[in-house]
């Protein structure tokens, strides 16, 4: 009797181990945040040299919230920056490579983009290739104001798995010509 338990219960592991393995929100959700490494910093680059991305700066209401200082005039020859951050500004500073630096580039933190939800996975009559549409979600902070034309909250992502021998797998950077003839 003990011995068809064992025998049964080894039946029933090769019978569902040699089923393909069906690609559900959960195993598509790990997947993506292992790939993309969620949440992740959205970074914007402050031309600080620059007087028109300085009138930009000036009309976000950054100045009045406390966290830069615009020059309004400049004498001529005159090399400080048009834009200078405060210590308000200290934690949404970002490191700079230094030949930035050089040209008076900051780059700085303007929202931290999270994963949102899969919105849909479709697999295809083979069964071995699917897309998968997830969204992310931007929670913006107060530098998200220095970027001319926004920043959206919700955005919109593509994603291509193939199943492989040791299961399913997001493709790299593959066009959806090369994911279909693949």
């Excluded at 181990?17 to 790939?35: R, S, V, Y």
């Excluded at 020059?71 to 934690?91: E, I, M, N, W």
């Excluded at 479709?122 to 290739?129: A, F």
């Excluded at 998968?132 to 959206?152: C, D, H, M, P, Q």
Aim: net charge positive.
């Amino acid at each position: 009797m003990k011995n068809l338990s064992y025998i049964l219960a080894t039946m029933l592991l090769i019978i569902t181990g040699c089923q393909p393995k069906k690609l559900d929100e959960k195993l598509a959700t790990t997947l993506i945040l292992e790939k993309n490494h969620y949440p992740t910093i959205v970074d914007h680059d402050i031309f600080c040299g620059d007087p028109a991305h300085a009138y930009t700066i000036f009309k976000s209401g950054l100045v009045e919230k406390g966290f830069v200082k615009v020059l309004q005039t400049k004498k001529f020859g005159d090399t400080t920056a048009f834009v200078s951050f405060t210590p308000a500004a200290r934690p949404y500073l970002l490191p700079t490579p230094a030949a930035d630096k050089k040209h008076k580039i900051q780059r700085v933190k303007v929202a931290d983009e999270e994963f949102g939800a899969i919105a849909e996975i479709r697999i295809m009559s083979s069964g071995n290739k699917a897309i998968v549409e997830y969204t992310t979600i931007r929670r913006k902070n107060v530098f998200a104001a220095s970027i001319k034309n926004g920043l959206k909250d919700l955005l919109s992502h593509e994603v291509y798995f193939i199943l492989a021998d040791d299961g399913w797998q997001i493709m790299d950077k593959k066009s959806e010509i090369e994911f279909l003839s693949y």
